[in-house]
């Protein structure tokens, strides 16, 4: 886990009860992380952190920042990481607002969802892995459009350990597509199903579990509940 803007380079393992495996610090900038995923990197034996520094609420930032690091043993004692790749994401146009990460186990592409204007669309990009360079910029390619009722934003989103399943989330909303397609285009382009979601006071993040389409979901704030959602999907 990790806190939103205002919190230092930090995060913070837990085991699903909550308890405390570690922080860890990051030895990155922090101007308004909002989201994280796990996902494919240089070393296939490895599984990688993805740190995203997307937010931009004032829709100023030319660029948002990705950083990549291999995922931290869960330890008590935490540490520092210091391996750190960052990588530049340019949207088409400058001050898109994001607060949903995912990257693709397939490919290793990233995505980013806007968090969208009530009433009105979230926009979807990704970032191609083979364009990804430390400390380079790379531009964002729009993948499709979520159409987003009155009173709802995107706010966390994450894909499942094959790729085959996608879910968003919104404050008190979770949408579920099954992949369809290898570059998402179509799969966006269907129409989700509405799965279920705990009444949380600000719902920012979710989380599959390691197998199947089951889910975790946190709220901001302090001391939350983590909240889990079973299903019988595979």
């Known amino acids: 886990m990790h806190n939103d803007s205002g919190g230092g380079a930090f995060v913070y393992a837990t085991d699903v009860t909550g308890a405390d495996l570690g922080t860890f610090e990051i030895d990155a900038a922090a101007f308004d992380w909002e989201d994280m995923a796990i996902g494919p990197g240089p ?25 990549r690091i291999p995922e931290p043993v869960p330890d008590p004692a935490g540490g520092l990481v210091t391996q750190i790749e960052s990588f530049n994401l340019s949207y088409p146009e400058p001050g898109s607002d994001s607060e949903a990460l995912l990257v693709d186990p397939v490919t290793g592409d990233i995505l980013l969802i806007s968090k969208g204007n009530a009433g009105e669309a979230a926009h979807i990009f990704r970032a191609a892995s083979a364009e990804l360079v430390d400390g380079g910029t790379t531009n964002l390619a729009p993948v499709g459009t979520f ?10 989103a994450d894909i499942d350990a094959t790729g085959s399943a996608i879910v968003f989330r919104g404050y008190n909303q979770v949408w579920l597509w099954e992949r369809t397609d ?53």
């Open 182 to 234: 290898l570059d998402f285009t179509e799969t966006f382009s269907s129409e989700p199903c509405r799965t279920p979601s705990t009444a949380e006071v600000q719902g920012e993040a979710i989380a599959f579990s390691s197998s199947g389409f089951s889910y975790y979901t946190v709220s901001e704030g302090p001391s939350p509940d983590v909240n889990f959602v079973e299903s019988s999907l595979r």
């Open 43 to 67: 070393d296939p034996t490895l599984d990688y952190l993805y740190l995203g520094d997307i937010g931009d609420n004032l829709h100023f930032r030319p660029a948002v920042t990705i950083y």
């Open 147 to 156: 159409p987003l009722e009155s009173g709802t934003f995107v706010t966390g």
